[in-house]
């Protein structure tokens, strides 16, 4: 894992609010590196919409099938 040290001198009067707002830059931005990352993979994806479909399709009938073999459709 990479690691990024930052030093930052903040007057102590405004300590607590600046742990606040570092908070929630970090969450940020980690949000944004991970939906970045996972664009990436799913950039490369050969899966479909149509495969999608098909996937949907055939977890509909499954589970349907599960339902009416427990009696409860």
């Known amino acids: 894992?990479?690691?990024?040290?930052?030093?930052?001198?903040?007057?102590?009067?405004?300590?607590?609010?600046?742990?606040?707002?570092?908070?929630?830059?970090?969450?940020?931005?980690?949000?944004k590196l991970e939906l970045a990352i996972v664009e990436e993979i799913i950039s490369e994806s050969k899966f479909t919409e149509k495969d999608a479909e098909e996937l949907s399709e055939k977890v509909k009938l499954s589970m349907h099938n599960d339902l009416k073999k427990k009696g409860l459709i």
Request: proline share 3%; aromatic share 6%.
């Open 1 to 31: 894992m990479e690691e990024i040290t930052i030093e930052v001198d903040v007057p102590s009067e405004f300590k607590q609010e600046f742990k606040v707002a570092l908070a929630r830059v970090v969450k940020e931005l980690v949000n």
